[in-house]
């Protein structure tokens, strides 16, 4: 099926009904998102988990939450840190929402993974981005820096990766070994 509009907006996205697919909005055109494989779920949920016990009371773990980047251009990002003053009933949230985007690479997200959705959180302002390759698993820590893209926006700039164990100091102080996020 092919869509014949392209100027969908973030109101045209949060009026579809509840049991729509789920979806992502790119520059005005719904996209329809597969689902995730078992093995992808599997390193989502566990990191879900790793975040949820050991992010400090400000910040709330959660998976697959719309963050609108701008008026017509939504992400889902697999694993995110939110501020925990945004309340339970939000499926929708703003960048300044969010402290923290994970995307898991599969075969079919490459290349949307890797540099179209870092370059939009970063625009948007989202401060961090993780990126994890599976199989081996291996994880990217990014955070935005002062560094300039081609539009004049911020970029991300790596600050750790490692198939083993992953020290951060931001956003918080994350001591976090591969083997608690491999199934």
Known sequence: ????????????????PDDAPRVELVDGVIQVTPSPTLGHQ???????L???THCPAHLRA???????????????PDVLLCRTEVTADRSLLMPDDVILAVEVVSP????????????????????????IEQDPIHLYAY???DRLGPGGERQYELIADSAELIELVEPFEIKLPIADITP
């Open 62 to 76: 959660t998976q697959a939450v719309g963050v609108a980047l701008n008026a017509n251009t939504s992400r889902q």
């Open 143 to 145: 955070r935005r820096g």
């Open 1 to 16: 099926m092919r869509q014949q509009r392209a100027d969908y907006t973030l109101e045209d996205l949060l009026g579809l």
């Open 108 to 131: 079919g997200t490459r290349r949307t993974d890797r540099f179209a959705k870092p370059g939009e959180y970063a625009a948007a302002g989202i401060p961090f981005y993780w990126r």
């Open 42 to 48: 599997d390193i989502s949920s566990l990191l879900w």
């Open 50 to 52: 790793w975040l949820r």
